[in-house]
T-cell receptor
Framework: NAGVMQNPRHLVRRRGQEARLRCSPM?????VYWYRQLPEEGLKFMVY????????ESGMPKERFSAEFPKEGPSILRIQQVVRGDSAAYFC??????????????FGPGTRLTVT | GESVGLHLPTLSVQEGDNSIINCAYS??????FIWYKQESGKGPQFIID?????DKRQGQRVTVLLNKTVKHLSLQIAATQPGDSAVYFC??????????FGAGTTVTVRA
């Protein structure tokens, strides 16, 4: 069973460029979550998506950040015009939900973004 | 070995001893709690979870204790092994999906 896949694992961008982070959930999982982790800190929730729907984006910065989970293909976290403060590890998680039960979130290995 | 209080981010434990990692959570409305293990360069790995209607849950070599009165969560690892060296995070959630993570405790196992 393939786990949650993220690519690239490491991404270097210059200030002002765009960063695109991809996440393929576990097979059969239709719920995707993005978290950001700054050095020496815990993960901070950013956004929760289901196929073609953003369910909760309360943790997303209002500007420059967007996320999507299309009907086909991976979920994408997009950061436009990156700044040094965007340097962090970005983790994707996926889960399975059946009826009213939400199951545990499985995390991918993360994408480490460095803005120079 | 035991981590005491919120602000002790490291725990050093002798191989074979039991470890206790403590966590205080902030939201009294949280009803689902999870412990994650994160090794260097990797994503968090689920260890064990507990719902608020329970006060104890056991897994393989791990036990989670929940004290809702003082909003405290602990993870006990029996017979700690070198492979247990990692950062451990507690996470809480009210709505089952928006996990709120603590700052983490770094556990180092001494041979």
């Amino acid at each position: 069973n393939a786990g949650v896949m993220q690519n690239p694992r490491h991404l270097v961008r210059r200030r002002g460029q765009e960063a695109r982070l991809r996440c393929s959930p576990m097979k059969g999982h239709s719920h995707v979550y993005w978290y950001r982790q700054l050095p020496e800190e815990g993960l901070k929730f950013m956004v929760y998506l289901q196929k073609e729907n953003i369910i909760d984006e309360s943790g997303m910065p209002k500007e420059r950040f967007s996320a999507e989970f299309p009907k086909e293909g991976p979920s994408i976290l997009r950061i436009q015009q990156v700044v040094r403060g965007d340097s962090a590890a970005y983790f994707c998680a996926s889960s399975l939900t059946l009826g009213q039960a939400t199951y545990e979130q499985y995390f991918g290995p993360g994408t480490r973004l460095t803005v120079t | 070995g035991e981590s005491v209080g919120l602000h002790l981010p490291t725990l050093s434990v002798q191989e074979g001893d039991n470890s206790i990692i403590n966590c205080a959570y902030s939201n009294s409305a949280s009803d689902y709690f999870i412990w994650y293990k994160q090794e260097s360069g990797k994503g968090p790995q689920f260890i064990i979870d507990i719902r608020s209607n329970m006060d104890k849950r056991q897994g393989q070599r791990v036990t989670v204790l929940l004290n809702k009165t003082v909003k405290h969560l602990s993870l006990q690892i029996a017979a700690t092994q070198p492979g247990d060296s990692a950062v451990y995070f507690c996470a809480e959630t009210v709505n089952d999906y928006k996990l709120s993570f603590g700052a983490g405790t770094t556990v180092t196992v001494r041979a």
